[in-house]
């Protein structure tokens, strides 16, 4: 059973990137069930792409996704990034259904409002020098590789998931004041457009603040954090863990499959039994193998196989 949810904000999957969590974040979008699905920017990562072509399997898995739930009747809306900004020339357009958009303002279920934005408009070093922002962006996929091959080790020594990139931003005193100015310019933004709160990605760094009269609310990444934020059927915002969700998800389902195998198991017993109870005659379908066709049908001559 799919997860339910009013809405889903999710950001920064960098897909065509080495560093992209994909398979994870398809695994994510598979367990969810929402009415509205807000693509939050840098999906895509068009400037790595444009270096060199990398688009595995799991990548084309995301794009599959998002089209099945379009399918389903969720509504999917994507407001372009700066790794994505050459989706920003087909503005109020829809493709496939999804629609393109600059910026959103989000009704919540509560009745609060919400800008949905990016981000990258209030980074001053995106906005100004775009040579220093690729430049960061190189140096931030050489880190993320060398985070992938720890991790890859300390999973083998049997620890948890730690992110050497996320430790560093955070310990690193001008990366603190960075992320800090961000979110003053987003909430300073929402309070001039008489919002309630802002919905954004970019600095992958997922976070709650409220500020007064305003929530500041960043999706976070599927790179490093593999976090989105969901809006339940009340209104409320939460930053949720995708890693997390897709493993309580995956256990939920294995233990409705082996409840259903045990019904269907105990059925099939069942069904031995009042056939010799009635002298049914089984017919044979496979001289060769010996392979007894039972009268109800395929799935019971599979499970006499077990």
């Known amino acids: 059973m799919k997860l339910k949810y009013r809405t889903v904000f999710i950001s920064d999957i960098h897909l065509g990137s080495n560093g992209s969590q994909a398979k994870e974040a398809a695994k994510f979008l598979k367990c969810v069930d929402c009415e509205k699905l807000y693509l939050v920017g840098d999906i895509i990562d068009m400037w790595r792409l444009k270096q060199r072509w990398?688009?595995?399997?799991?990548h084309n898995e995301v794009v599959r996704r998002i089209l099945k739930m379009i399918k389903r009747g969720t509504e999917v809306v994507f407001v372009p990034g700066n790794h994505d900004e050459a989706a920003r020339q087909y503005y109020g357009l829809e493709f496939g259904g999804v629609k393109v958009e600059p910026f959103v303002v989000h009704d919540g279920g509560d009745g609060k409002r919400y800008l949905v934005t990016h981000g990258d408009q209030y980074d001053l070093v995106v906005?100004?020098?775009?040579?220093?922002?690729?430049?960061?962006s190189v140096a931030y996929e050489w880190l993320i590789r060398i985070n992938t091959w720890y991790n890859k080790c300390r999973a083998l020594l049997g620890y948890k998931y730690w992110s050497v990139s996320a430790y560093m931003k955070l310990k690193v005193k001008h990366a603190c004041t960075f992320i800090s100015r961000f979110e003053e310019r987003l909430i300073a933004e929402a309070r001039r457009q008489e919002?309630?709160?802002?919905?954004?990605?970019?600095?992958?760094?997922?976070?709650?603040?409220?500020?007064?009269?305003?929530?500041?609310?960043?999706?976070?990444?599927?790179?490093?954090?593999?976090?989105?934020?969901?809006?339940?059927?009340?209104?409320r915002m939460e930053i949720v863990n995708g890693l997390d969700i897709v493993q309580e998800w995956e256990i939920e389902k294995e233990l409705r499959r082996k409840e259903k195998l045990a019904q269907l198991e105990m059925a099939g017993e069942c069904a031995m039994d009042m056939a010799e109870e009635l002298d049914v005659d089984w017919e044979e379908d496979d001289e060769e193998e010996g392979e007894m066709l039972l009268p109800m049908g395929g799935r019971w001559r599979y499970l006499l196989k077990k």
């Open 195 to 235: 919002l309630d709160g802002v919905i954004c990605g970019h600095i992958h760094h997922s976070d709650r603040i409220e500020d007064e009269d305003v929530v500041y609310l960043n999706c976070g990444d599927w790179v490093e954090s593999c976090t989105a934020i969901v809006e339940d059927s009340t209104g």
């Open 127 to 136: 906005k100004h020098s775009r040579f220093l922002s690729v430049l960061g």
């Open 54 to 58: 990398y688009w595995p399997a799991e």
